[in-house]
């Protein structure tokens, strides 16, 4: 397919870009290759790009997708070490990658988008922006808007520990001054995070006190190590690393099956994964009853991830660690008593209790007649899978409400949303259009769909608001998102050909205007 890279007058769209992680360094990166576009800036709240792979450095902290699928299709890396790669190779990976392509000069490092609004004479996004490490604040417009800033980066904070004297910290937020080397630790949570944590830690601590009422399913990593002839046919035999990759992707997406209700089409994976990770659960545990029964689930399989790991059940039966189903009733100054009576005493708390979503505050984000997009949506959004949203023209989000995923790497739909933008961007410059905005018709066409789609999985036993609708996942394999987002299908947006009532000259103090309008956390 071939590829617009300006308008009729030789000139290319002004391109903003917010967050510097995964789906913005794939959406700046796809613009030069793709469009030979370089008219973009990138707005990035920390000191470096990463995003979540930048923040979390927790002991264990690695992949829980093949590495080879958390490397973009268009940047392979053939020197991955492992199957499941540590958090310090993935965050390489990004930065070598960025490198490569010269994304950092193009990046506003610690500078928080404060404001988006748009201005429909200028036909124009209008972004506010703060640089955290100076104060200095200012505004841009820019043509199109690729939000990729993602929604899990605040870490989630349990309540009733506020009486804890001792040292605490988020598993996101992981404090590397202080040394663990036998201390009497405890670890909120077992989700993944947790998992990992634990098995990290339990053979440098004193003791190890493990608090989760909910157990995960757990089935085998076989986390094989790639030596010297894995790396080098992957990088000297084209044929052996595409059809390794190609095998990669396809049986990763096929696990979406587990994910929906029993049903002839899911019955085989989702009876398969049950039974591996019981027999899992009973080989790593064979002489420890008590043990199996507080890791056993009793929540429905993939309700919530799957995770996978060989170590979390070994480090459970060691000695110095002991794992507490039973709810925390009572925390003290450096105590925890849970509800079956029993107490102990830490010195450090480690919360790998997971993140809050993160939703667009009121006041953020103003689309097309001042409308709020977050007050308009309230607590069930509409968008155009996950990607375009009405009242926002020229504006794009990747991994927004219903494109989350729980079963592939999230480079897969990354890659695939940041295609449809460069696609809509390509369209644009082709035909001359200065605006192009999804049809409501066309949004509420995906919803309808979106909420039949999800009654058949198992997001909907957790992941909905107080109507009952699912507004995080996408309901199908990636396979399936790529097939519905390979087109832009232009019948479906309203367009605006460049010229077409546009202004020529902002309003004296509208931009001063709008970063003063206050913003409703």
């Known amino acids: 397919m071939g590829f617009t890279k300006t308008f009729k007058d030789g000139s290319t769209p002004s391109v903003a870009i917010i967050g510097a992680g995964l789906s913005g360094i794939c959406a700046a990166i796809q613009l030069q290759r793709l469009l030979q576009l370089t008219t973009y800036t990138v707005f990035e709240l920390e000191a470096d790009i990463g995003g979540t792979w930048l923040s979390n450095t927790y002991p264990g902290c690695q992949s829980d997708a093949p590495s080879h699928l958390y490397s973009y299709s268009f940047a392979p890396n053939y020197d991955f070490t492992k199957k499941f790669i540590p958090q310090s190779e993935v965050h390489a990976y990004l930065k070598k990658t960025a490198k490569t392509y010269n994304i950092y000069d193009k990046i506003q490092f610690q500078t928080q988008v404060t404001a988006m609004q748009w201005n429909e004479s200028r036909q124009k996004w209008v972004l506010s922006w703060k640089k955290n490490s100076t ?10 808007v690729i939000h990729g800033a993602g929604i899990l980066r605040h870490p989630m904070y349990p309540s009733g520990f506020e009486a804890f004297e001792g040292k605490t910290w988020h598993s996101a937020r992981w404090d590397h001054s202080v040394d663990l080397t036998g201390k009497r630790v405890g670890v909120v949570g077992t989700s993944a995070s947790g998992v990992q944590v634990v098995a990290a830690i339990a053979d440098k601590v004193g003791s190890l006190e493990v608090y989760g009422r909910s157990p995960m399913y757990i089935t085998p990593q076989l986390n094989i190590t790639y030596n010297r002839v894995w790396r080098f046919l992957f990088r000297h035999v084209p044929l052996f690393y595409k059809v390794y990759r190609f095998l990669s992707y396809y049986y990763v997406d096929s696990t979406i099956l587990l994910y929906h209700k029993m049903a002839w089409f899911s019955a085989f994976h989702r009876l398969t994964v049950y039974f591996v990770t019981w027999l899992h659960r009973f080989w790593q545990l064979p002489f420890h009853r008590e043990l199996r029964r507080k890791t056993t689930p009793d929540y429905e399989l993939a309700s919530r991830r799957i995770v996978l790991s060989d170590t979390y059940y070994p480090a459970l039966k060691r000695p110095n660690v002991t794992l507490h189903r039973d709810p925390i009733r009572t925390v003290g100054a450096k105590t925890i008593e849970t509800e079956n009576g029993s107490k102990q005493e830490v010195d450090i708390l480690v919360y790998a209790t997971g993140f809050s979503p993160v939703n667009f505050p009121v006041g953020y984000w103003k689309g ?67 605006t192009m905005e999804i049809q409501q018709k066309a949004a509420d066409a995906f919803m309808e769909t ?47 050909k460049r010229g077409e009532g546009k202004s020529t000259k902002l309003p004296n103090g509208a931009l001063e205007k709008m970063r003063s309008a206050p913003i409703e956390e």
């Not at 739909?413 to 644009?428: D, G, H, K, L």
């Not at 909905?464 to 309901?475: D, E, I, P, Y």
């Open 450 to 496: 979106a909420d039949r789609k999800l009654k058949r999985t198992v997001f909907t036993t957790k992941f909905v608001n107080s109507q009952g609708k699912c507004r995080v996942f996408w309901w199908g394999s990636c396979l399936e998102l790529w097939w519905h987002l390979k087109d832009v299908h232009p019948e479906r947006f309203d367009m605006k």
């Open 368 to 434: 097309r007649g001042g409308i709020d997009i977050a007050e308009s949506w309230g607590e069930s959004p509409t968008t155009y899978y996950g990607t375009c949203v009405p009242n926002a023209p020229n504006f794009f989000l990747i991994w927004g409400p219903n494109s989350g995923i729980f079963h592939h790497a999230l480079t897969s739909t990354v890659e695939i949303q940041a295609m449809f933008a460069i696609n809509a961007i390509s369209y644009m410059m082709e035909k001359d259009i200065a």
């Open 135 to 144: 104060g200095e604040e200012g505004d841009d417009e820019f043509d199109v």
